[in-house]
């Protein structure tokens, strides 16, 4: 878990390894969920609704 400048608290999965590679971080803020690349975290987040991040979670589990 990190915690930006801003004060948004970011999360990595628990599987994710020390070198952070090939991960995501996200945080939540009130109803939207925003999502990062861990190796690029000054770089571009794509903001979901909370509905369409866990959509999409549970699609991944699927896969």
Do not use: Q
């Amino acid at each position: 878990m990190r915690t930006s400048s801003t004060g948004t608290v970011w999360r990595k999965a628990s599987r994710s390894n020390e070198s952070g590679d090939a991960c995501i971080e996200v945080a939540a803020n009130g109803d939207m969920v925003a999502i990062r690349d861990s190796r690029d975290t000054a770089g571009p987040k794509i903001v979901v609704s909370r509905g369409d991040f866990r959509g999409l979670a549970e699609a991944l589990k699927k896969s």
